[in-house]
């Protein structure tokens, strides 16, 4: 599988400005990428609570609409955040698209300081099967707890892409946790963060990761905006789940009800 990673330097409230950039990647991909990744909320950047409401689009909106039109255009399939509008609830959301139109949405689960009093949490884990392999989102601080990725698992994820907005100096921590949750999972992640100064004076990270089912570190970007290209080998999958499987030894399972969906889609409910 051919992945390339659009690690870019965002504006905050500045759709039409991340728009363009993300057209501009999604026009450079190699001919025969199969999947682009971009950062946590990418398309809209970080809302304030006082600008969230003129920010935020609803996913048939015209700016995924316009990201629809360019994966279809391509045939490739595209992950992107954005900040959501649901009928004046507003969502830290990610989304996967292919040239079909939206295959998967994810809202953050895990509000971090910035995200509380902007965004509502999420209530479900969600996964879905694109080109033979069942792929989940998790956003940002979401993998820093260990159960997001294993609520992931539970659903048959093998493909774990984190869209992440992480700044100085918490770098090293998402290094870490990208690397454990591969690894305790048996499963691929992707991650792809935001580099350079937002509004506030953040400095985000870079520190784009892809990471094998063992737990390697495969590949890792540096500070610099750049659009990257990995090859995932899928047979690591069937290699590191060979010997041992974690989730068919675990003793203790998180609860919530399953939901599978006709389309292939299935969904761990979060218990109130």
């Given amino acids: 599988m051919k992945v390339e990673f659009a690690q870019l330097a965002g504006?905050?409230?500045?759709?039409?400005?991340?728009?363009?950039?993300?057209?501009?990647?999604?026009a450079a991909c190699a001919a025969d990428t199969q999947l682009i990744v971009f950062?946590?909320?990418?398309?809209?950047?970080?809302?304030?609570a006082e600008t969230v409401a003129a920010t935020a689009e609803p996913i048939d909106g015209p700016t995924v609409k316009a990201i629809i039109r360019a994966a279809y255009a391509r045939n490739i399939a595209v992950v992107i955040g954005m900040a959501e509008n649901d009928d004046g609830k507003f969502?830290?959301?990610?989304?996967?698209?292919t040239p079909q139109g939206v295959a998967l949405r994810y809202r953050k689960t895990h509000l971090w300081a910035s995200d509380r009093g902007v965004f509502n949490a999420g209530?479900?884990?969600?996964?879905?099967v694109w080109n033979g392999?069942?792929?989940?989102?998790?956003?940002?601080?979401?993998?820093?707890?260990?159960?997001?990725a294993r609520?992931?698992?539970?659903?048959?994820?093998?493909?774990?892409?984190?869209?992440?907005?992480?700044?100085?100096?918490?770098g090293p921590t998402h290094r870490t946790s990208i690397m454990a949750r591969a690894q305790e999972n048996q499963a691929f992640a992707l991650m792809v963060n935001r580099v350079e100064e937002g509004d506030g004076g953040l400095t985000f990270a870079g520190g784009s990761a892809l990471v094998d089912?063992?737990?390697?570190?495969l590949f890792e970007a540096g500070r610099e905006e750049g659009q990257f290209r990995v090859e995932l080998d899928l047979e690591q999958l069937k290699a590191a789940r060979k010997d041992y499987r974690y989730l068919d030894d675990q003793r203790l399972k998180l609860p919530g009800e399953v939901i599978e969906r006709a389309d292939g889609t299935r969904e761990l409910l979060i218990p109130a």
């Fill in 39 to 48: 950062p946590e909320t990418h398309l809209m950047g970080f809302p304030s």
């Fill in 123 to 128: 209530d479900r884990y969600s996964t879905c």
């Fill in 151 to 170: 609520a992931l698992a539970q659903l048959g994820t093998e493909l774990l892409i984190v869209t992440n907005g992480n700044m100085d100096p918490y």
């Fill in 133 to 148: 392999v069942r792929v989940g989102l998790l956003i940002c601080y979401d993998i820093e707890f260990p159960e997001s």
């Fill in 213 to 217: 089912p063992f737990g390697t570190l």
């Fill in 11 to 26: 504006r905050d409230n500045g759709t039409a400005y991340n728009l363009e950039r993300a057209l501009a990647s999604i």
């Fill in 91 to 97: 969502y830290n959301t990610t989304l996967m698209i």
